[in-house]
């Protein structure tokens, strides 16, 4: 199966960078940004195309394997990078998600954990509604025995500007199934992602 966008309830247009970088344009001249000198000239294009960039998810092959040797321990993936974007400010929330499950029927191929992430990280979004979106589309599609997803995160506009909390970060978590409702597989995922065990 190959997940695109729509796939995960994104069902926005492909960007319209002409009118993107026309209305950036617009938006930097109303804050006083002189766009005159050459240099700035073609700021408002690299604007749209990078807002495009943080905005558009790539598609990818979702591929899963029998489990033969009927692996039932956790398989997890840590650190893997989160770049999104904050649905109120518009600035980036940066940091690392951590995501593991226990396998049932299928066992997912190792780099579709940071796919899923990144497909769902690509939008206007708030990290709990991202930590929980991982979780619930991984229980469906790969129905395994459990999932657990922890992301830490600096939100840009929590630490740039407003109230300016430099080094704060967030912590968010969603487990499901087996890691939410058993202590010892609960304590062991959390422990694995550098919580310890709660
Ligand atoms: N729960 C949650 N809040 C977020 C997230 N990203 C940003 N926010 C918060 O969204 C809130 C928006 O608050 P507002 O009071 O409308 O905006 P603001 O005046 O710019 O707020 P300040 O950031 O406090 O200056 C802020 O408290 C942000 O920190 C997120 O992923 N989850
Ligand atoms: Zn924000």
Redesign the pocket.
Known sequence: MTVTAKHVGNTRPAPDLATATAAAATFLDALGVDLSPESLQETPARMARAYADLLTAREFKLTTFDNDEGYDELVMARNIPIRSV?E??LLP?IGVAHVGYLPAARILGLSKLARVVEMFAHGT????RLTKQIADWLIKELEPNGVGVVIEAE?L??TLR??QAVGANTITSSMLGVLRDDARSRGEFLAAAGLGGR
């Open positions: 904050c109120h400010h929330f979004q708030v990290q709990e939100h506009c929590m407003g109230v």
